[in-house]
């Protein structure tokens, strides 16, 4: 898949050459700001829990209004305007730490921010892909961005770990702050002019609201599409009770690893992401497209519900164990439905339905991690990381129970 017609698509290069550097960032923030909270202002799983909640908690309010400016709008000045704002964001946290100024309420304003510019980014950049490449290229594309992301993850928490060992890590958050502002040059480079925006409905009815209720309705009217949305968003549930607030408290503070430990176990089950964004495309091949989605979530959930088998010993080994198999089975599935629901939906609409299914799939990781965290600090972590993973698992009958299991192939592409 490296090997496709878009390594003689300088846009989309540059699309990719920026993505690289942003993703590569926010895994040292991935890492460096939940460690600033518990180790250095000595937050405990609910503080975790919030921390993460309000970073994802734009998404199920603010979600469809982005879906609509999205179709409204050119989606690449958004995803400009985005990255700075991140910068600007993140930026602030180095500062108030050289200043000795640093608070919880400061990590908790920043999480909101930064969670308000990625959902206006994130559904501009998915609905911004087929825009910019041909929609047979669309799995070519996912499958090159996968790849990157999955690499970011790899190399980037041992990286994180080592700079948060080094220099703190408050002041590695600047890095974050950098690749966004990287990332928002590279966009601006770009020179495929982009469509003008066709917002109106199919009714012919223009408005902010009718527009979102086209958004709305092409997902529940497509029993592919709400199936997805509910398969990911219960794994997304399950997997942000364990990750997003119980996850790194565990790492820490019950099996006493340290920041740099935790980067490399990061790094290493993220290997399997990069080995998954590679073999997605075959995957997806041999199995059909609605197996490969099942089976890829319920080697996740079985990988996520073994966690806690690090207490009884060689901790490091069973982390990067279930980290790796977990990793390989989340870019199977999102080339694959990310693909599929790019294909199936007019570009017209990509930015509304990209915005419906973002808000209904991450709309349960601040519910999640709310919850991890309440049930973290009252019945223990073991206990929040089981209940989790048997969540993430369940997901798999969404899939199962209904018409995804029978899609064989890639549905051909909508171009009207």
């Known amino acids: 898949m490296l090997r496709g017609l878009l390594w003689r698509h300088p846009d989309f290069l540059k699309l990719w050459a920026g993505e690289t550097v942003s993703q590569f960032g926010t895994q040292v923030t991935f890492l460096a700001v939940p460690t600033v909270a518990i180790l250095v202002l000595h937050a405990g799983p609910f503080q975790v829990g919030l921390l993460s909640a309000l970073e994802f908690l734009a998404f199920p309010v603010l979600g469809l209004v982005a879906g609509v400016y999205a179709d409204r709008l050119r989606r690449r000045p958004i995803m400009i305007v985005c990255d700075l704002g991140r910068m600007l964001a993140l930026g602030s946290i180095p500062v108030a730490f050289l200043v000795n100024a640093l608070t919880l309420e400061q990590l908790y304003i920043v999480a909101l921010l930064t969670g308000v510019f990625t959902v206006f980014f994130d559904v501009s950049y998915q609905s911004y892909l087929p825009a910019l490449v041909d929609r047979p290229n669309l799995i070519e594309g996912n499958t090159k961005?996968?790849?990157?992301?999955?690499?970011?993850?790899?190399?980037?928490?041992?990286?994180?770990?080592?700079?948060?060992?080094?220099?703190?890590g408050a002041k590695a958050v600047a890095?974050?702050?950098?690749?966004?502002?990287?990332?928002?040059?590279?966009?601006?480079?770009?020179?495929?002019?982009?469509?003008?925006?066709?917002?109106?409905?199919?009714s012919g009815t223009a408005g902010f609201i009718p527009e979102m209720r086209e958004g709305i309705?092409?997902?529940?009217?497509?029993?592919i599409l709400w199936r997805i949305a509910g398969c990911t968003a219960t794994t997304n549930l399950g997997s942000n009770m364990v990750f997003g607030a119980v996850f790194l408290v565990f790492a820490y503070r019950q099996l006493h690893l340290s920041a740099g430990v935790v980067g490399?176990?990061?790094?290493?089950?993220?290997?399997?992401?990069?080995?998954?964004?590679?073999?997605?495309?075959?995957?997806?091949?041999k199995l059909g497209i609605g197996p490969t989605l099942g089976v890829a979530i319920i080697i996740g959930g079985i990988a996520l519900l073994s966690t806690p088998i690090a207490v009884v010993g060689a901790p490091v080994l069973?982390?990067?164990?279930?980290?790796?198999?977990?990793?390989?089975?989340?870019?199977?599935?999102?080339?694959?439905?990310?693909?599929?629901?790019?294909?199936?939906?007019?570009?017209?609409?990509?930015?509304?339905?990209?915005?419906?299914?973002?808000?209904?799939?991450?709309?349960?990781?601040?519910?999640?991690?709310?919850?991890?965290?309440?049930?973290?600090?009252?019945?223990?972590?073991?206990?929040?990381?089981?209940?989790?993973?048997?969540?993430?698992?369940?997901?798999?009958?969404?899939?199962?129970?209904?018409?995804?299991?029978?899609?064989?192939?890639?549905?051909?592409?909508?171009?009207?």
């Open 145 to 168: 961005l996968e790849i990157t992301r999955s690499t970011a993850q790899v190399a980037g928490p041992a990286v994180a770990g080592l700079l948060i060992q080094l220099i703190g």
């Open 264 to 285: 490399v176990i990061f790094a290493i089950g993220s290997v399997g992401g990069l080995v998954g964004a590679f073999l997605a495309g075959w995957v997806a091949r």
């Open 318 to 416: 069973v982390l990067a164990a279930t980290g790796f198999i977990e990793g390989l089975t989340i870019p199977v599935y999102n080339i694959s439905q990310v693909s599929l629901r790019q294909a199936i939906t007019p570009d017209r609409l990509q930015g509304r339905m990209n915005a419906t299914m973002r808000t209904i799939v991450w709309g349960t990781i601040p519910l999640g991690a709310f919850i991890g965290g309440i049930l973290g600090t009252a019945i223990g972590l073991v206990q929040t990381i089981v209940l989790g993973g048997a969540v993430s698992l369940l997901a798999a009958v969404w899939i199962f129970l209904g018409p995804v299991i029978r899609l064989k192939e890639q549905p051909a592409p909508v171009m009207a």
């Open 175 to 202: 890095v974050d702050a950098l690749s966004f502002l990287l990332s928002a040059l590279a966009l601006a480079s770009i020179k495929k002019p982009e469509p003008e925006p066709r917002p109106s409905t199919t």
């Open 217 to 223: 309705e092409v997902v529940f009217r497509s029993p």
